[in-house]
Structures are given as structure tokens and as C-alpha cells.
Nanobody, 117 residues
């Protein structure tokens, strides 16, 4: 079955950086559009970034992270990444990866990012 496992979260000071990973199994990874979402305490889950299938030529970001976050993928490793820089307390959230396949969305269990001094 399709499985997604996020990792790389943790505690970081404002202005710091973190790299998140999402490893996928159970599908031909390169075929699928991938996304990162996040959910802050007391808020709804929001979309953060997406990357197209295959070579990942098309990438998009929510305005609040443009210029600070970079989404990428390595199809040889069945993995997607989110490189986060200039982190702000407002970036504190559980970060989830999502794979879309045949009108079904598959989610990981999330990794917690806490930005605090």
C-alpha cells in the first residue's frame, strides 16, 4: 500500500534552517504530483508547496514561504524534500507530505517543526 513518512522536524531558533524529507513507498514515485502542507496549533491545515511529477519542473509556493522554502524531489530515492530557511515563529506547525494518485490523496503522519528562541 502507499506509505509516506516525513522526517527532519525539530526545534530551531528564528532565522534558522531545517530540511524536511518525505519518503514514499508502494507507488511509482516519479509518476505523481507531490505537496507539502502544514497545520499550526488551533488552525486548519494549509497548503505550503507543490512539485510536479517526473522531473519536477513545475513548483509552486504559498506566498508566505516564497523566497524562503524550496521544494525538490529525488525520484531515485522515492523522496521529496522541503528546504526551509529564515524560519519564523509563524512557521511552527506539523508538516505533512501528500501524494495524489487516481483522485485519492495519501498523507504521511507529519513531522513537527517548532521555531522558538
Amino acid at each position: 500500500q502507499v506509505q509516506l513518512v516525513e522526517s527532519g522536524g525539530g526545534l530551531v531558533q528564528p532565522g534558522g534552517s531545517l530540511n524536511l524529507s518525505c519518503v514514499v513507498s508502494g507507488v511509482t514515485f516519479s509518476y505523481h504530483y507531490m505537496s507539502w502542507y502544514r497545520q499550526a496549533p488551533g488552525k486548519e491545515r494549509e497548503w505550503v508547496a507543490s512539485i510536479s511529477d517526473d522531473r519536477g519542473d513545475r513548483r509552486s509556493y504559498v506566498d508566505s514561504v516564497k523566497g524562503r522554502f524550496t521544494i525538490s524531489r529525488d525520484n531515485s530515492k522515492n523522496a521529496m524534500y522541503l528546504h526551509m530557511t529564515s524560519l519564523e515563529p509563524e512557521d511552527t506547525a506539523v508538516y505533512y507530505c501528500k501524494l495524489s494518485k487516481d483522485a485519492t490523496n495519501y498523507w504521511g503522519k507529519g513531522t513537527l517543526v517548532t521555531v522558538s528562541s
